[in-house]
T-cell receptor, first 114, second 114 residues
Framework: AQSVAQPEDQVNVAEGNPLTVKCTYS??????LFWYVQYPNRGLQFLLK??????LVKGSYGFEAEFNKSQTSFHLKKPSALVSDSALYFC????????????FGTGTLLAVQP | DGGITQSPKYLFRKEGQNVTLSCEQN?????MYWYRQDPGQGLRLIYY???????QKGDIAEGYSVSREKKESFPLTVTSAQKNPTAFYLC?????????????FGPGTRLTVL
């Protein structure tokens, strides 16, 4: 079965330090991977996606993600965290079966301390 | 959230009532989706539609119904048959519904059953 795992419910980081939010996936066929961010009581905002090509994907707000096929991972990174980055982050993989959907992880709450 | 509107923002329902959540998009997207978000569970697909007058069930369609009479509109009805409807409901759209398509989300509707 296709799935996404976000092993950390919460990540704490000090402002100015680098941040990593982890994601691993299991999918048959080629993976199409996405990262979204959600602020309280808001919809999801698209950050970046991996379809094919360069393993390092750059996205919005200074975020980037590294696709690692051998480790089936797609970790989200940022060189220098901001307090305003504090939010809930979701990793998702496109279902390669008949259902046209995104399969979401359970989310990781990022808390950036000033 | 730009381009996709959901209304109302908050909705309260009494037991036994049907309620309809509105979703409109002005992005000229063919595909539209409804997801349900519960704390700690990520997002789960309720229904999706890739073209006007056609829609398919997602993973948790029981107790819900949809229609797609216009390209820009995809309303969701939560019926009295849905046993636990209290949740945050998110509508999304994408250009064609293809595997590499990005889904863009609306701001959400929070439904509470009294």
């Amino acid at each position: 079965a296709q799935s996404v795992a976000q092993p950390e419910d919460q990540v704490n980081v000090a402002e100015g330090n680098p941040l990593t939010v982890k994601c691993t996936y299991s999918v048959s066929g080629n993976p199409y991977l996405f990262w979204y961010v959600q602020y309280p009581n808001r919809g999801l905002q698209f950050l970046l996606k991996y379809i094919t090509g360069d393993n390092l994907v750059k996205g919005s707000y200074g975020f980037e993600a590294e696709f690692n096929k051998s480790q089936t991972s797609f970790h989200l990174k940022k060189p220098s965290a901001l307090v305003s980055d504090s939010a809930l982050y979701f990793c998702a993989v496109r279902d390669n079966g008949a259902t046209n959907k995104l399969i979401f992880g359970t989310g990781t709450l990022l808390a950036v301390q000033p | 959230d730009g381009g996709i509107t959901q209304s109302p923002k908050y909705l309260f329902r009494k037991e036994g009532q049907n309620v309809t959540l509105s979703c409109e998009q002005n992005l000229n997207h063919d595909a539209m989706y409804w997801y349900r978000q519960d704390p700690g569970q990520g997002l789960r697909l309720i229904y999706y539609s890739q073209i006007v007058n056609d829609f398919q069930k997602g993973d948790i369609a029981e107790g819900y119904s949809v229609s797609r009479e216009k390209k820009e509109s995809f309303p969701l009805t939560v019926t009295s048959a849905q046993k636990n409807p209290t949740a945050f409901y998110l509508c999304a759209s994408s250009s064609t519904g293809g595997f590499g398509d990005t889904q863009y989300f609306g701001p959400g509707t929070r439904l509470t059953v009294l």
